[in-house]
């Protein structure tokens, strides 16, 4: 039976958990390839966030730019005009300055609020070639250079002056991102990003949408066009992207554990389950080679002698009822063996009829020994009755308990030596039960098969009395069930080589019975 079982698990294996696990190394495979695969999408997103805060920085740079490059008298009135107006409206440009390159000359020079501060810078000449070569193309670049710490320079080329005067800027980059870029950067953020503005080499936040600093954590980073000591950050406001991604993963994988477990669990039901059936095969046909066997004996016997009385060849009288009795003895035998059969078939159907009253085992059980006296006698039992209580009413059917107590003698006599044979039946008071117990000194059971001999068909096959012993392996399956329908049970306590203790508990007073 091993062996077909193990094929089994084999085949089962191989149809089964093969395909399994193929399918969950590439599920695997592909789950960390689409976290990486959503991982570049966020970031690509998030990239593109950032470049229209880049964008944004650039159209008002442009509008700049554009006001200021107009076909004017350089330090006159309109050009004056168009300064101011700028100042008004930007605090952070500090200073513009218009340069006449060709004469190395600066045309007008103006301050915010007439704060003077001083400029040294001039555009180098390949700068202003390279802008140059750009505006022939069409193209007017706005360049920009850190001046200090604090300030910042754009300049670009006069379009309307043929490119030969140059416009330059001074801006207080952290007031241009604190007044002029925050609404738009808000507005971007909306309630879904961080977006932050820092200072790329000491870290420091300039501006963020949140006070919050958990921005120090995961954050994409992009740098800003025009002010090349900031840098822009973003992360989604909930959680990161990787956080989102290996939550994700993290779910998809729990699942798929989940399934494999499921799978696993199934294949071991269904293993296991292959195992009991086949077990039980063997059982049964087992039980039919020992029933046969346990019939043909007392038939061989029924069949000589009443073919020796047939034949007239019992000489005296006495040998004549010796024979006769024998046949009754051993019909009586058939009789049991037949009925224990039809008792189980009858359960398995559910078709066994019960009679439930109210019963006495303190009067019962002796009734019953006293029916089994001569079978006792024949077998050279001791067996002795002693009760702890008056009177023992349960609810249950008298020859139902006739059976199961027949049986469990039966057994003690069966399972004993054949010298000093000794049974107990004892009755027991306890809080809500009432329990009988038939205790032999026979060969015992080892603690491995106790667990299994209430099992139908099951027989110890260990042990030289045991294994000569006949039997079918259905008299304490039947006890059990017996015992279930009196809403009771039935334990076992026993020491291999010491004997053994069968105890029935039935509940006290119990009437509702099916
Ligand atoms: P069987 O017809 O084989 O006696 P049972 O169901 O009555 O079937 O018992 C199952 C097995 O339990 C027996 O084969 C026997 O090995 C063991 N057994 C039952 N009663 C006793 C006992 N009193 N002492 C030792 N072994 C017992």
Not at 442 to 459: C, L, M, P, T, W
Request: with cysteine.
């Amino acid at each position: 039976m091993i062996r077909t079982v193990a094929k089994i698990s084999l085949v089962l294996l191989v149809i089964v958990a093969l395909p399994l696990s193929f399918y969950l190394v590439r599920e695997f495979s592909t789950l960390t390839k689409n976290e990486k695969m959503v991982q570049r999408v966020f970031s690509t997103q998030l990239e593109s966030i950032l470049y229209s805060v880049n964008q944004y920085s650039e159209n008002v740079v442009n509008q700049w730019r554009q006001s200021l490059d107009q076909p004017v008298a350089p330090g006159g009135d309109v050009e004056k005009g168009l300064v101011d107006n700028l100042f008004q409206n930007n605090r952070s440009v500090l200073a513009i300055r218009f340069l006449d390159l060709a004469s190395h000359q600066v045309e007008a020079e103006y301050f915010n609020s007439g704060k003077a501060i001083r400029i040294d810078e001039w555009p180098a000449p390949a700068e202003i070639e390279k802008l140059q070569d750009y505006l022939k193309s069409n193209y007017q670049r706005v360049d920009s250079k850190m001046m200090t710490d604090s300030t910042l320079m754009l300049y670009f080329l006069q379009k309307n002056r043929e490119g030969e005067h140059a416009c330059q800027l001074v801006i207080n980059p952290r007031t241009f991102v604190l007044q002029t870029m925050s609404p738009q950067i808000q507005q971007i953020a909306q309630d879904l990003f961080f977006i932050s503005v820092s200072d790329s080499t000491s870290g420091s936040v300039v501006y963020s949408t949140e006070a919050n600093d958990e921005l120090a954590g995961k954050i994409e980073k992009a740098a800003m066009w025009y002010f090349p000591s900031y840098q822009l950050g973003i992360r989604l406001k909930a959680k990161t992207l990787e956080e989102l991604a290996s939550e994700r993963t993290q779910r998809d994988n729990y699942m798929l554990i989940g399934l494999t477990i499921v799978v696993l669990l199934g294949l071991y039901f269904v293993i296991w389950n292959i195992r009991k059936e086949m077990k039980l095969a063997e059982l049964k046909s087992e039980f039919v080679s020992n029933v046969s066997h346990e019939i043909r004996t007392p038939l061989a016997l029924i069949s000589m002698y009443a073919e020796t009385l047939l034949l007239k060849r019992v000489k005296t009288e006495a040998k004549q009822e010796e024979y006769l009795h024998t046949i009754h003895q051993e019909s009586g035998r058939l009789t049991d063996i037949v009925n224990r059969i039809l008792n189980f078939s009858r359960l398995e159907k559910n078709r066994l009829k019960y009679q439930f009253s109210m019963v006495d085992l303190g009067e019962l059980v002796p009734e019953i020994m006293v029916s089994m006296k001569s079978h006792l006698e024949a077998s050279q039992v001791d067996c002795r009755f002693s009760s702890q209580v008056d009177q023992a009413l349960v609810y249950a059917d008298s020859d139902v308990v006739k059976t199961m107590l027949v049986n469990l003698v039966d057994n003690a006599i069966k399972y004993s030596a054949e010298k000093d044979k000794k049974i107990d039946i004892r009755l027991v008071k306890k809080a809500k039960h009432v329990w009988v117990e038939v205790e032999d000194n026979g060969i015992g059971i080892s603690s491995k098969n106790q667990k299994h001999v209430f099992e139908q068909f099951f027989r110890v096959t260990e042990g030289d009395l045991a294994h000569k012993a006949k039997g079918s392996g259905l008299g304490l399956n039947l006890v059990k069930r017996m015992m279930k329908t009196h809403g009771g049970s039935v334990a076992l306590r026993s020491k291999l080589g010491e004997g053994s203790t069968f105890i029935l508990k039935f509940p006290v007073k119990k009437q509702n019975h099916a």
